[in-house]
């Protein structure tokens, strides 16, 4: 069993998942194969604005747990205290098999 590479869409919806109790807003750059992020309290201020993460930090699950765990510390010593959180652990084998048509 192996970990599977992350699709843009995947580690955007992880991203937004990792910063609660908080909201965070992520959006994927039209340039390129990344995406942004925002972090917002109940008020709509902005604790923490991400522009970029890279395809190379977000496609491999450990990579994108590490760059997520960074900023998560960040808004720590910023005094926000973040409900608890750990990486998915997403394998080939939770991948949606392929079905061949029966003609």
Not at 11 to 39: H, Q, R, W
Not at 68 to 97: N, V
Request: proline letters at 7%; hydrophobic letters at 35%.
């Amino acid at each position: 069993m192996t970990t599977t590479a992350l699709t843009l869409d995947n580690a955007m919806k992880i991203a937004s998942e990792a910063f609660l109790p908080y909201g965070c807003v992520t959006g994927a750059n039209p340039d390129d194969d990344s995406f942004g992020l925002t972090v917002m309290n109940g008020d709509g201020e902005e604790l923490l604005r991400v522009p970029r993460i890279d395809r190379q930090h977000y496609a491999d699950p450990l990579r994108m747990a590490e760059t997520l765990e960074q900023h998560r510390r960040e808004l720590h010593r910023k005094g926000c205290a973040l409900d608890d959180w750990s990486m998915p652990f997403i394998t080939d084998d939770s991948a949606i098999p392929a079905i061949t048509p029966n003609y």
